[in-house]
């Protein structure tokens, strides 16, 4: 073991370090008065910054956690070292040589934190230099078929892992470390049942993942080999200084610029890294062989500065079932950034890397300046599984896309993307939006860990804890409507006619609980004249809309006579329907304003269902 470090070193390393630089690597820090600076605490989750740093006194406080402490304490709680492994690297860093109590430096400390750098460090060495072996041609192919150079590869620190069992592990073990520290770094496997080690990469291109801090703590390898039989992507296990949860590829390169503009961009692996800051897209970052993640974001947004609202981060995804799924978790996490999140998916499905191949740097570029909102995206995700030509369609694409207008948190932006939903849809305005504040009743709702709350991106499930009742309906004139023409084809469907009837059960209906009683009523209709008719409606709906239906069911109709109720029953029916085509005609009408007047054929197609339309109307009015 060494001996102490002196404490006049280490009082000196102090004074030549300035803690806001040590801070920033991890940190976006920005000036809160004369003589501090703050930022988003990196040790707990926060929204607006509450961590202060003094570079003058050498301290950081958080007014939030409470967690302080000097330059030394700050490394040992981010980066998990021992107070000596944090003087050591800030020597290191000052360009200072330490002395310790017995005379001697600093000898090797087996499997601590610092010897697995250093052989990641002493690996990562070693691949480079083997990129330019005889053996690496493969390696060197496959980087300049996919545009990268030898410049290109050395900005990011590419290097080839030969073809071969302890290649690697020789030359380490020649450098001092031992098979144990090789095995904790994941740079050698053992085989089962065997003492035996050998290299964990081998015949392949290896790009080194770094810390914020630019340490190298792990690997990612790509398959080049017809006989290597392992995945295409090989990266190094869970070690002590290599956690893929909170790793971002690039973030080490990208941190300045991504603190200055604050905008980042993910990306889906190394190559599209290095396309993008090639491109000049200098704030790429990618993850390392796991989905983007809660923990990715924390450190996000601690580069970003993520605490006004105006930073950028933009994803791109593949549009195949692989990319569409990274989409929606990463959606599921939108909610935790303060910055606005924005998609780009390249034209014909390219992804960054093959973009710059095939189209040039100028194209990457546009990628990411035609980048969409995370909102627009999903909608419109949302809306491409559904048939929006058909009223039933429309119906429940807009029950499926209300709740992620609804999640929105900014109430400005929330009212807007509701016109936009509506305009999609070709839907009436009025009922996107009660659509959209059911949904944030029902995400309000959910919040509170209740067994009924909707599912997000899905379609609105209303099923209340306990018998729904009629006195708990909204008093608005199309709530009353949808009630009262329910009320006439529950008790009366026969006096209505089954041609009425059909119509009736396709309408729009604003009010989500009402609709699940019109769905059950439509699900039944072949029974409309049986004697069980009323039962067979019940059995239909959840159980929480018993009560409903039966109430509706019980409710007195208007009328006093049986003839004014027969003409009640059609009429409360035959207006339902109406206010339909109404909605239908507006939608159109919509279409056609925004319809290109050269494609005469969508022309003629819109014009020919206006007339139809109005036909259908004017047929209700006489019948």
Same mark, same amino acid.
């Given at each position: 073991?060494?001996?102490?470090?002196?404490q006049?070193?280490?009082?000196?390393?102090?004074?030549?370090?300035?803690?806001?630089?040590?801070?920033?690597?991890?940190?976006t820090?920005?000036?809160?008065?004369?003589?501090s600076?703050?930022?988003?605490?990196?040790f707990?989750?926060?929204?607006?910054?509450?961590?202060?740093?003094?570079?003058?006194?050498?301290?950081?406080?958080?007014?939030?956690?409470?967690?302080?402490?000097?330059?030394?304490?700050?490394?040992?709680?981010?980066?998990?070292?021992?107070?000596?492994?944090?003087?050591?690297?800030?020597?290191?860093?000052?360009?200072?040589?330490?002395?310790?109590?017995d005379?001697?430096?600093?000898?090797?400390?087996?499997?601590?934190?610092?010897?697995?750098l250093?052989?990641?460090?002493?690996?990562s060495?070693?691949?480079i230099?083997?990129?330019?072996s005889?053996?690496?041609?493969?390696?060197?192919?496959?980087?300049?078929?996919?545009?990268f150079?030898?410049?290109?590869a050395?900005?990011?620190?590419?290097?080839?892992?030969?073809?071969?069992?302890?290649?690697?592990?020789n030359?380490?073990?020649?450098?001092?470390?031992?098979?144990?520290?090789?095995?904790?770094?994941?740079?050698?496997?053992?085989?089962?049942?065997?003492?035996?080690?050998?290299?964990?990469?081998?015949?392949?291109?290896?790009?080194?993942?770094?810390?914020?801090?630019?340490?190298?703590?792990?690997?990612?390898?790509?398959?080049?080999?017809?006989?290597?039989?392992?995945?295409?992507?090989?990266?190094?296990?869970?070690?002590?200084?290599?956690?893929?949860?909170?790793?971002?590829?690039?973030?080490?390169?990208?941190?300045?610029?991504?603190?200055?503009?604050?905008?980042? !961009?993910?990306?889906? =692996? *190394? +190559?599209?890294?290095? #396309?993008?800051? /090639?491109?000049?897209?200098?704030?790429? $970052? %990618?993850?390392?062989?796991?989905?983007?993640?809660?923990?990715?974001?924390?450190?996000?947004?601690?580069?970003?500065?993520?605490?006004?609202?105006?930073?950028?981060?933009?994803?791109?995804?593949d549009?195949?079932?692989?990319?569409?799924?990274?989409?929606?978790?990463?959606?599921?996490?939108?909610?935790?950034?303060?910055?606005?999140?924005?998609?780009?998916?390249?034209?014909?499905?390219?992804?960054?890397?093959?973009?710059?191949?095939?189209?040039?740097d100028?194209?990457?570029?546009?990628?990411?300046?035609?980048?969409?909102?995370?909102?627009?995206?999903?909608?419109?995700?949302?809306?491409?599984?559904?048939?929006?030509?058909?009223?039933e369609?429309?119906?429940?694409?807009?029950?499926?896309?209300?709740?992620?207008?609804?999640?929105?948190?900014?109430? !400005?932006?929330?009212? =807007? *993307? +509701?016109?936009?939903? #509506?305009?999609? /849809?070709?839907?009436?305005m009025?009922? $996107? %939006?009660?659509?959209?504040?059911?949904?944030?009743?029902?995400?309000?709702?959910?919040?509170?860990?209740?067994?009924?709350?909707?599912?997000?991106?899905?379609?609105?499930?209303?099923?209340?804890?306990?018998?729904?009742?009629?006195?708990?309906?909204p008093?608005?004139?199309?709530?009353?409507?949808?009630?009262?023409?329910?009320?006439?084809?529950?008790?009366?469907?026969?006096?209505?006619?089954?041609?009425?009837?059909?119509?009736?059960?396709?309408?729009?209906?604003?009010?989500?609980?009402?609709?699940?009683?019109?769905?059950?009523i439509?699900?039944?209709?072949?029974?409309?004249?049986?004697?069980?008719?009323?039962?067979?409606?019940?059995?239909?709906?959840?159980?929480?809309?018993?009560?409903?239906?039966?109430?509706?069911?019980?409710?007195n109709?208007?009328?006093?006579?049986?003839?004014?109720?027969?003409?009640?029953?059609?009429?409360?029916?035959?207006?339902?329907?109406?206010?339909?085509?109404?909605?239908?005609?507006?939608?159109?009408?919509?279409?056609?304003?925004?319809?290109?007047?050269?494609?005469?054929?969508?022309?003629?197609?819109?014009?020919?269902?206006?007339?139809?339309?109005?036909?259908?109307?004017?047929?209700?009015?006489?019948?």
């Amino acid at each position: 073991m060494a001996g102490l470090i002196r404490q006049s070193d280490i009082e000196e390393v102090k004074a030549r370090t300035n803690i806001a630089d040590v801070v920033g690597d991890y940190v976006t820090l920005k000036s809160a008065g004369v003589g501090s600076m703050k930022g988003l605490c990196p040790f707990h989750d926060e929204r607006s910054p509450s961590f202060h740093v003094r570079p003058q006194v050498g301290f950081y406080h958080c007014f939030g956690c409470g967690e302080s402490g000097d330059v030394y304490s700050f490394l040992q709680k981010m980066d998990h070292v021992s107070f000596s492994e944090a003087v050591e690297r800030l020597a290191g860093r000052v360009g200072l040589d330490l002395h310790y109590e017995d005379g001697s430096g600093a000898t090797p400390d087996h499997g601590n934190r610092a010897r697995l750098l250093a052989a990641n460090q002493a690996a990562s060495d070693f691949f480079i230099e083997q990129l330019g072996s005889a053996g690496a041609e493969v390696g060197r192919a496959f980087l300049g078929q996919r545009g990268f150079d030898a410049t290109a590869a050395e900005r990011f620190g590419v290097g080839f892992a030969p073809k071969s069992w302890d290649e690697l592990t020789n030359h380490l073990r020649g450098r001092g470390f031992s098979t144990e520290e090789l095995i904790l770094a994941g740079l050698v496997s053992s085989r089962e049942g065997s003492s035996g080690i050998y290299d964990r990469f081998r015949g392949r291109l290896v790009w080194p993942i770094r810390d914020i801090t630019g340490q190298t703590i792990g690997f990612g390898a790509r398959k080049l080999l017809d006989d290597d039989k392992g995945p295409k992507y090989l990266n190094t296990p869970e070690s002590p200084v290599y956690h893929k949860a909170q790793v971002l590829y690039g973030l080490d390169l990208a941190k300045r610029d991504i603190s200055r503009s604050h905008q980042v !961009v993910v990306v889906e =692996g *190394y +190559t599209d890294v290095m #396309a993008c800051h /090639l491109a000049g897209i200098t704030t790429a $970052v %990618a993850t390392c062989g796991t989905s983007f993640g809660v923990d990715h974001i924390k450190v996000l947004r601690r580069v970003l500065g993520d605490d006004s609202g105006v930073g950028e981060v933009v994803f791109t995804f593949d549009p195949d079932a692989a990319g569409q799924k990274a989409a929606m978790r990463a959606f599921s996490e939108e909610q935790r950034f303060s910055a606005q999140t924005y998609v780009a998916v390249g034209p014909e499905g390219l992804d960054p890397c093959d973009l710059r191949l095939q189209r040039g740097d100028d194209a990457v570029r546009r990628l990411v300046d035609s980048k969409k909102p995370m909102f627009e995206f999903m909608i419109r995700q949302i809306l491409s599984q559904y048939n929006l030509d058909t009223v039933e369609g429309r119906t429940a694409a807009l029950r499926a896309a209300a709740p992620v207008v609804g999640e929105i948190r900014d109430p !400005v932006l929330r009212p =807007g *993307y +509701t016109r936009e939903l #509506a305009r999609m /849809l070709g839907v009436d305005m009025g009922d $996107v %939006a009660k659509a959209v504040t059911n949904a944030q009743s029902g995400a309000r709702a959910s919040s509170s860990g209740g067994p009924n709350a909707p599912r997000h991106g899905g379609a609105i499930e209303v099923l209340p804890e306990r018998p729904f009742s009629l006195v708990e309906l909204p008093t608005d004139p199309v709530t009353r409507l949808e009630r009262d023409g329910l009320m006439a084809m529950l008790q009366r469907p026969t006096l209505i006619g089954r041609d009425i009837l059909d119509s009736a059960v396709q309408t729009s209906f604003s009010n989500t609980s009402l609709a699940v009683v019109r769905d059950a009523i439509a699900a039944s209709l072949p029974h409309f004249e049986a004697s069980d008719w009323l039962e067979r409606v019940v059995a239909e709906v959840p159980d929480g809309f018993k009560n409903l239906v039966q109430e509706l069911a019980m409710a007195n109709l208007p009328e006093r006579t049986e003839k004014d109720v027969t003409r009640y029953v059609r009429d409360i029916t035959i207006v339902l329907i109406d206010k339909d085509l109404l909605r239908l005609k507006a939608e159109l009408l919509g279409r056609l304003q925004r319809a290109d007047a050269s494609d005469t054929e969508i022309y003629r197609t819109l014009q020919r269902e206006l007339v139809r339309v109005e036909a259908e109307r004017r047929a209700l009015r006489d019948d």
